[in-house]
C-alpha cells in the first residue's frame, strides 16, 4: 500500500496549458500516473498530449471522474484554483508552487479541512509512490517501491536522499514532500499519522531542518509506545542563528529551533538521527532492524 | 522580511494603534539640525533603527535631555555597528513615564494553522527568560473571536480594563497582518501609561514577500533592498535567488533550501568552511540564473573554490550543465569549480561538462572533500 | 464618505491596482509651475477633483497636448463649479489609448448580506444606460471564490484573458475594501489597453466612517472635514450631529433619520421648505448637543424658523427641554423657535418649556403647521 | 403571539455596568420584561438592580438559562460582544448601536446565520411585544397590544407612527426595528415572513426610506396571493438625490431608490401607501379592513 496517491487517483491538472503543466503530464503519465483531465480557464475543449481540457474543475470532474489535483498556476492564482478543487469534490489536492503568500496558505488549509480534503504544499516537491504514480518534477529513477515511508521539508533533499536509499536496496511506500512553508497542508504530524496506518509502511525517514516546530511533532509520535520506528535527518547544523534560510520557516528563532535542540529532542524520543546526509542509509536500516523487533 | 522599528510603528498607526509621537533622524548634519527642530519637548528616546535583536543590551538606545544630548547621542549611534549592520536612521521618541510593561505579538504558526496572539503581562527586554507567553490559536483571520481571547487572558491578566484594551489591540493586529500579508507583528514592550492607555514602544514587523503582488509596502521594500543591493546581488536578487553570506571560503551554488543546508553540513564535517547560503533553484526551464551567481562568487574575494551542487528534478540537468558550459568562457577569475549534478537527464551531463574540461562527482562527499581540498590549497 | 479620484487611486495602488502614473495640481501658480516641471509626457487628461457626478459631462475632463494647454486647462477648471463643488485639485494622467472600457466595482450590499461584486464588458460614462453589470454577491469577505466569479462573467465577457484579470482585480478590491473599511470601491472606467493591462482610468471609493477606530485614511479624512468646516458647523459634527443643507427656509432640528425625513415631508406638504435635514440624536443622557445646533441655524441668514421636533425614547424629553431652556438666554437672534417634543417623560416638558414662555404642540402637524405660517410671515 | 420576543424571553444584557445597559435593566422590567441576568467582563459578580453579573456570556447563560442578549457596549466592541452571544446559543441578540462598521454586521450577520440566530441591528431601536416585553428604549406609552406587525427602518418614526396607531385603537402584535444600515441582522422581508407565521398578526405596516433595496422585498412579499395585507410609509420625498440622509443607507443613489420608484412599485404590489406620517393610521385602517374580508 502507500498513503494518498496510488494508481487509483485520477487526477486532473490545473494550468495544464503552461509550461509545467504540459511537462507534468508527459512525466508523470511515462511514470504510469492518471492524468486524465486538464483545467485551463477559456481553454476549454482543447487538448494536450490527448488528455482533455475543461474550462472548470466542476466539469472536468463531472465529465472523467478526476478525483485528485495537480495545481500549476502563478502564485496569485494559487489560492483560487485550489479551493476550487477543494470545493469540486477533489480528495488530494497538490500545488507545488513557492512564493504562495503565508495568508493564501491559511485559507487553503481551512478550506480543505472543511471539505474534509487533503492539501500538499505549498513550496513542495509533491509526492510519489514509486511504481504506482506520481504528483511532482522528483527524478523517477531515485525511487523505488519498499517499505520506508519518507516525509520531507525539502524538494532536492528529499530526491538526494531516496536515491541513496533505492543505491541501498531500500525501498518506499510513499514520499511526501510536506513543503518549506510555515503553514503547511499536510504536517508532518499528519503524515505520520497515515504512514502509521499504512500497513505497508514499516519504519518512516523524516528530512527535517532548522526553525519551525515541525520536528516536535515528529518525537511527540516517536515517543508513543505503538510508533512504527523513526529515522531523520535534520540539516542547518552550519546555519547562522536569526538568519532565514530560503525556505520561510528555516529560521532559528529560538534555542528550541537550533539544529542542537532538535537532534537531541529527536533522539531522546527514539528516533535514529542521521549525523548527516551521508548516513540517511544507516539510520534508515537501523529503524528498519528495529521494526524487524 | 523585516522593517525598522518606525516603518513598523508607521503601520500600527495606520491601523489606529497609538504609538509614540517620535521623529526619524537621518545620517547627516542637516538631517540632525531639522530633526532638533521638529522635537520640542524633552526627554526623548533615540533608538537605533537596526533589524538586529539585543539593540538595547548593545547601547542602541539612549535618553537625551536635551539638544545637545541628542547631538551626542546620534553622532555616537550612527558611528556603532550593531551585529553587522549599521543605523540608516534613527528613532526619536519622547521618553513616556510607563506604569506597566506588557508583551502583545500576532506571528503565523504551523501548529495553528496560521495566525496565534502572543501575550504576557510582563514584557520588556527580558521576556524570553520569564514564563512563557500565553497563546491564542486563530487559524484563518476571521476566526478571531474577542470571548475566546479573553478566557485566555484571565489567569494571566488581573487587571480587566488592560485586558480589553489588549483584546481589542489583538483584533487590530490580526486584521492588520491579514489585510498587509505580515507573518510577525511584535509589540514589546507594549506600555500601560499612567492614564490606562497601551502605548506600543517598541515593535517588528515582518512581511511576507511573496505578498508583494497586493501590497505596495512590500513591494516598495523588496525595491529597496534590491536598489540598495550592489551590481552582481542585484543580479542574483533579480533571479530570486535566496542569499546569505557566511564567513568560510567555499563559494556553494545550491538548489533546495534543505539541499542547500546539507551541502553546508558536509563542508563543515569534512573540515571546510561555506562561504554562503547560496539558493538558486530557478524555475524548470529558466538556467541563465548561474550567469549571475558565479560572477558575484568570482568576484568575492573571501571565496577561493566555487561548489556547484544540484539535484533537481523540475531542473533538467543537461540544461544546467549546458547553463555552465556557456558561462565558463565569461569568467576572469581563475578559481576552480567543482561540479556535483544530479537528478533529471543527469545521464547527459559527463558529455557537456567534458566539453570545457569538467567533470562531474557521482556523490556529493566527493564533490565536497574535493572543494575542501582545493579550498586548503588556495 | 466619499474620496476624491486622486486619493482613491492612491488607495488602490497601494493594494497592487494599475492606475496612471499621475501628477496632482493644487490651485496656485506655483503649484501649476512645479506640476508642469513633474509632467515629462504630453497628451495628459486633466481632471477636475470634485465628488459630484457627471463630472465629464460638464467639461470637468479635458485634454492638454502641451504645457500651454496645461495652463490654460487648470485656470478654467479651477474657476469652475461642478454641483455645488469647486475643485481644490486636479489630476494630471498620462492620456493612454485605450482599447475598451470596462466597469467593475465592489460595494455593500443588503440583499447580498455583505459585498457584491459588479461587473460589465461595456463601462465608460454611459454605464447606467447599458445592460445592468452582472452582480457577484459575496456576503462576508472571506467567501470570495475565483471559480465563482469566473462563472458569473462567462457568458458576458467573452475574452478569457480579459476574465482572469478582471478576476484577480475583483478579488484584490474585495480584500481592500473589507482591510480598509470601505462600502463602495468602483472602477469606471477599467481601461484594456492594447497591451491587455487593465488599468484603473478614474476611481470612486466610498470608506465607511465609522471604521474610524482602525483605519487612519478615515480618521484623517473625517479630521479633515471637520477642519474645512467653519466654527459652528465643527461644533455640530464634534457632536456627531448629521446635517445636509438643504435650499428652504425652516431650520429644522430633529432627531433620528427616518423621523427627520418625515418632518421636512411634512413641511413639504403643508407649503413649506425645510432649510436642512439636521439630525441631533445625540446619546440617552448628553443633550448639550442642541446648542451648536441651535447657534448654527441662528448664524443662517437663509433660515427663518427654527422647528425642534424630537421623538425620543433613550433620548429623555425633560432633558431635552431643560438644555433648551438654558439655551435660551444666550440666543441672539430673534428667530421664533417652534417645539414638538414627544415620548419618553414627556409629562414633565410643558412646564419645563413654560418657564422660558414657550410652548409644546402635542402632534407634529400643528407644529408644522405653525412654522410653516411663521415662515411666510418673516 | 408575537414574533422574535415575547414574556417567555430569558434576557442577558451586555455591557450592563454602563449607562445604557443599567437603565435598560430599569425600564425593561418596569415593562415586565424578563432581564435576569448581565455580562460585563471583568465586573463578574456584582449585581445591577438585582440582575446579577458575570464575566461571560457562556458563563451567564449556564448559571440563569437566558437565551436571548441585549448588547450595550461601545461600537468597536459590539461585533466581539454580539458574536460571543450568538455562539454561546443565544436565539435572539440585538443591537441598537449606530457607529458599527459595515464590515463587522456583515461577520456578525454570517455568525447569526451559521448558529441559526436571529440578530436585530445594528442602528435600530430594537423591538417591543407590547403588553409582553420589550428590547430597546421606545417610550411605552406608543404601544398597546393588538394585531399589527410593525417593522420600521427608523427607531423615532416607529415611536411616531405607533403612538399614532395606539391613540387610533389600532394595537400592535410586534414593532420591530431593523435599522438604517445597509446590511441588517433582520431584513424586511426576514421580518415580514415571521410577521406571515404569526397567527396573530392580520396586517403589517411597514415604515421605510429612501435608498437601499428593503422596498424591494415589501412589494415582492405583498404581491404574494398568501400574503397578509401591508399598508407603508416611506419618508424622504423631499430629500435632494445623491445627498446621505443620516442613515448610511438612506441615499438616493440611481432611479429605482427614489421615492417615488418606491411609492409607486409598493402601490402596485397592492400595499396601501401612505401620503406621509398623518396618514398612517389610515392605511393601516385600510390594511386591516382587507385582511377582515
Known amino acids: ?293 | 522580511m523585516m522593517i525598522l522599528e518606525y516603518e513598523a510603528k508607521d503601520l500600527l498607526r495606520s491601523a489606529g494603534v497609538a504609538v509614540p509621537d517620535g521623529s526619524v533622524i537621518r545620517p547627516g548634519a542637516r538631517a540632525l539640525q531639522a530633526a532638533a527642530r521638529r522635537i520640542d519637548s524633552y526627554p526623548v528616546a533615540v533608538k537605533a533603527q537596526v533589524r538586529s535583536g539585543g539593540r538595547g543590551k548593545q547601547g542602541g538606545v539612549t535618553r537625551a535631555n536635551d539638544v545637545a544630548q541628542l547631538r551626542a547621542a546620534a553622532k555616537r549611534l550612527f558611528a556603532t555597528t550593531f551585529g553587522d549592520e549599521q543605523p540608516a536612521a534613527l528613532l526619536a521618541d519622547p521618553w513616556l513615564v510607563i506604569d506597566r510593561e506588557l508583551y502583545l505579538s500576532v506571528t503565523v504558526d504551523g501548529a495553528a494553522e496560521g495566525y496565534v496572539v502572543l501575550y504576557s503581562p510582563r514584557g520588556g527586554v527580558d521576556i524570553e527568560s520569564g514564563a512563557p507567553p500565553v497563546r491564542y490559536p486563530i487559524g484563518v483571520p476571521w476566526r478571531f473571536r474577542t470571548h475566546e481571547l479573553r478566557a485566555i487572558l484571565e489567569p494571566v491578566e488581573k487587571d480587566f480594563q488592560v485586558r480589553e484594551r489588549v483584546i481589542a489591540l489583538a483584533q487590530r493586529l490580526v486584521e492588520t497582518a491579514a489585510a498587509r500579508d505580515c507573518t510577525t507583528i511584535e509589540i514589546n514592550p507594549l506600555a500601560r501609561l499612567a492614564s490606562g492607555e497601551l502605548v506600543a514602544l517598541d515593535a517588528k514587523v515582518v512581511y511576507d514577500e511573496w505578498g508583494h503582488f497586493r501590497n505596495r509596502d512590500i513591494a516598495e521594500q523588496r525595491a529597496g533592498i534590491r536598489r540598495r543591493a550592489d551590481r552582481l546581488l542585484k543580479a542574483c536578487l533579480d533571479m530570486q535567488h535566496m542569499y546569505v553570506r557566511l564567513d568560510g571560503d567555499i563559494g556553494l551554488i545550491s538548489g533546495g533550501a534543505g539541499m542547500t543546508m546539507a551541502a553546508m553540513d558536509m563542508i563543515r564535517r569534512y573540515g571546510g568552511r561555506p562561504a554562503c547560503f547560496f539558493d538558486c533553484s530557478p524555475g524548470p526551464t529558466s538556467t541563465r540564473g548561474y550567469r549571475p551567481a558565479i560572477a558575484m562568487l568570482d568576484a568575492d574575494p573571501q571565496v577561493k573554490v566555487i561548489l556547484v551542487s544540484i539535484f533537481g528534478g523540475g531542473t533538467q540537468m543537461q540544461r544546467v550543465a549546458t547553463a555552465m558550459k556557456e558561462n565558463m568562457p565569461m569568467r576572469r577569475s581563475g578559481k576552480p569549480v567543482v561540479f556535483r549534478l544530479d537528478g533529471t537527464h543527469v545521464d547527459q551531463v559527463p558529455g557537456i561538462l567534458a566539453t570545457f574540461g569538467a567533470r562531474n562527482h557521482d556523490c556529493l562527499e566527493d564533490a565536497v572533500r574535493e572543494a575542501v581540498k582545493l579550498a586548503r590549497r588556495a
Open chain 1, 1 to 293: 500500500m502507500s498513503i494518498l496517491l496510488d494508481e487509483t487517483n485520477r487526477i486532473l491538472v490545473q494550468g495544464i496549458t503552461g509550461h509545467m503543466g504540459t511537462f507534468f503530464v508527459t512525466d508523470a503519465r511515462r511514470y504510469g500516473t492518471q492524468v486524465i483531465a486538464g483545467v485551463s480557464p477559456g481553454r476549454g475543449g482543447a487538448s494536450v498530449d490527448g488528455v482533455p481540457v475543461f474550462n472548470s474543475v466542476a466539469t472536468a470532474c463531472k465529465e472523467t471522474g478526476a478525483d485528485t489535483a495537480m495545481v500549476f498556476v502563478p502564485p496569485a492564482a494559487v489560492q483560487g484554483a485550489t479551493i476550487e478543487s477543494i470545493e469540486a469534490g477533489c480528495r488530494l489536492v497538490v500545488a507545488t508552487a513557492d512564493e504562495l503568500p503565508v495568508r493564501d496558505a491559511i485559507e487553503i488549509r481551512a478550506a480543505a479541512r472543511a471539505y474534509n480534503a487533503r492539501f500538499v504544499g505549498p513550496n513542495s516537491p509533491g509526492l510519489i509512490s514509486p511504481g504506482k504514480a506520481k504528483m511532482g518534477f522528483m527524478p523517477s529513477f531515485c525511487y523505488r517501491r519498499g517499505d520506508v515511508g519518507v516525509i520531507s521539508r525539502s524538494g532536492s533533499l528529499s530526491y538526494e536522499a531516496c536515491k541513496r536509499l533505492t543505491l541501498a536496496g531500500i525501498g518506499q511506500t510513499t514520499v511526501v514532500g510536506i513543503g518549506g512553508d510555515p503553514v503547511k497542508g499536510t504536517t508532518a504530524a499528519e503524515a505520520l499519522e497515515l504512514f502509521h496506518a499504512d500497513p505497508e509502511t514499516r519504519a518512516v525517514l523524516y528530512l527535517g531542518e532548522i526553525g519551525g516546530s515541525e520536528e516536535a511533532a515528529v518525537a511527540a509520535y516517536a515517543a508513543r509506545v505503538d510508533a512504527k520506528p523513526v529515522a531523520a535527518l535534520i540539516v542547518g547544523a552550519t546555519a547562522p542563528p536569526g538568519k532565514k534560510m530560503g525556505h520561510a520557516a528555516a529560521l532559528v528563532g529560538s534555542h528550541a529551533d537550533s539544529h542542537e535542540a532538535k537532534t537531541r529532542m529527536l533522539k531522546h524520543a527514539g528516533v535514529q538521527v542521521a549525523a548527516g546526509v551521508s548516513d540517511v542509509v544507516k539510520s534508515t536500516q537501523a529503524a528498519l532492524a528495529a521494526a524487524r523487533n
